[in-house]
């Protein structure tokens, strides 16, 4: 069983950038894909990004399309997310996420993904 560990997180004026990691500990990560979810104050936690366990194959929600960047590293047992171009509306907990599949394939529904990290705030001021 897989337990993940969120830092990075931190406040930041709209355009700047921020880097998130996410430490997995307990198991073998290459079994696991990855993922990055947010929730703002109020609203419904939103998939951010995913990436699948070996191949890196990448998904990303739409409004991070271009800014964010998912990339992983199985021998660390490591995730990371880059945030460029920061908003204010990226303000919120980011979450990272795990899901124990046999496929090299990404998903962008939570209930697809079996364990999850504490979360790390992320505040963009305008």
């Known amino acids: 069983q897989v337990q993940l560990a969120e830092s990075g997180g931190g406040w930041m004026q709209a355009g700047g950038s921020l880097r998130l990691s996410c430490a997995a500990s307990g198991g073998t990560f290459s079994y696991y894909g990855a993922g990055w979810f947010r929730q703002a104050p109020g609203k419904e936690r939103q998939f951010v990004a995913g990436i699948s366990r070996v191949s890196g194959r990448t998904m990303y929600g739409d409004s991070v399309k271009g800014r964010f960047t998912i990339s992983r590293d199985n021998a660390k047992s490591m995730a990371y997310l880059q945030l460029n171009s920061l908003k204010p509306e990226d303000t919120g907990v980011y979450y990272c996420?795990?899901?124990?599949?046999?496929?090299?394939?990404?998903?962008?529904?939570?209930?697809?993904?079996?364990?999850w990290g504490q979360g790390t705030q992320v505040t963009v001021s305008s």
């Open positions: 996420a795990a899901r124990t599949t046999r496929y090299d394939e990404t998903a962008y529904r939570a209930e697809e993904y079996n364990y």
